[in-house]
């Protein structure tokens, strides 16, 4: 199965694959915003869903990109990180030398979501963004050996 996910449509099949997971949810990402009291309906649905699972034990790991100190997204991801550790998630960083650009969901090891979405309302609203989701076994298998490469790596 492959399905393509255009604007909007991103967030709402990224939260049902979160609710649905059974074991991990294990996520690339250049820029995650956290946004405190943000309605539901919005970005901050699949921030709170991601942390409702990892308190209830789902294995939960995020590698973010990591910006130079003094730029805008350094602090916007710091931020992020410090959310999701304090709700049980693992945070790791990407290296600053190489830009950690991709954005990736892998769910049970058995659905991928990639494509240019970044976890942010500009993304999910105003941008002209597309990804995809995929469960071909052979490429699933791909994603999740490049995930724990990276996450091998990350700091």
Not at 29 to 46: I, K
Not at 62 to 85: D, K, P, W, Y
Not at 92 to 107: C, D, Q, R, Y
């Amino acid at each position: 199965m492959m399905k393509v996910l255009l604007g909007s449509e991103f967030l709402a099949e990224v939260v049902k694959q979160i609710k649905e997971a059974e074991e991990s949810v294990w996520v690339v990402m250049f820029e995650w915003s956290w946004y405190l009291g943000q309605r539901t309906g919005t970005v901050q649905d699949l921030n709170r869903e991601l942390c409702i699972r990892a308190k209830n034990k789902l294995d939960v790991k995020v590698l973010l990109h990591n910006e130079s100190i003094g730029r805008a997204l350094h602090r916007i991801n710091r931020q992020t990180a410090q959310h999701l550790r304090q709700n049980k998630v693992e945070v790791k960083w990407g290296n600053t030398g190489v830009a950690l650009h991709a954005k990736v969901w892998i769910f049970d090891r058995e659905w991928v979501v990639v494509g240019s979405h970044n976890i942010s309302v500009r993304s999910t609203r105003t941008n002209e963004e597309v990804s995809v989701v995929f469960d071909d076994v052979s490429e699933v298998k791909r994603m999740v050996e490049w995930f724990e490469g990276l996450w091998a790596k990350g700091l």
